[in-house]
């Protein structure tokens, strides 16, 4: 069997996404409570890619308020993961009115990588190696927010992403 990598949690979400388990909720109504309690802190790292990813605003109403927090996709209290698809800018007004409703823009947001496949093969080129990871030959690239060369690019390898 092929080696795919382990299996992280946001390759999970994204799967979760991709088979629609976690869409079962209609536009307009609330997200169920199924967890509350304690959160886990979300890495400054993976804050700072998606504060990079969204440019500093809120993806609601891309603007003027320029204070932004993490917002969950799919709610934290519904069980949405700490992950980059389920997280998004969004400034406190506009969270505060979503609260935990679904709405027409929760599709997932584009996931957070460390290094895309391009400069995965530009460190080869000039090194001979790499340490970013790797690119998976035959796999269908998919669109990424690359943590290194800090644009959109593409990936293959879903065990990297954030
Ligand atoms: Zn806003
Ligand atoms: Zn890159």
Redesign the pocket.
């Known amino acids: 069997m092929k080696d795919t990598g382990p299996i992280n949690i946001s390759a999970l979400a994204v799967l979760a996404f991709d088979s629609g388990l976690v869409s079962g909720v209609a536009l307009g109504e609330r997200w169920p409570v199924v967890r509350t309690g304690v959160r886990d802190i979300i890495p400054t790292e993976l804050r700072r890619l998606i504060w990079r990813r969204d440019n500093g605003r809120c993806t609601r109403c891309w603007g003027g308020r320029r204070l932004v927090q993490l917002d969950h996709i799919v709610p934290w209290s519904a069980g949405g993961p700490d992950t980059s698809t389920n997280l998004r800018l969004m400034c406190a007004p506009c969270n505060k009115e979503r609260s935990n409703y679904r709405t027409a823009d929760d599709s997932p947001a584009v996931p957070v990588t460390r290094?895309?496949d391009?400069?995965i093969r530009d460190w080869v080129r000039r090194f001979g190696y790499t340490r970013f990871g790797r690119i998976i030959p035959d796999a269908d690239p998919f669109p990424v927010f690359?943590g290194?060369?800090m644009?959109e690019?593409t990936a293959t390898d879903r065990g990297r992403l954030m």
Do not use: L
């Open positions: 290094a895309c391009g400069c690359c290194n060369c644009r690019s």
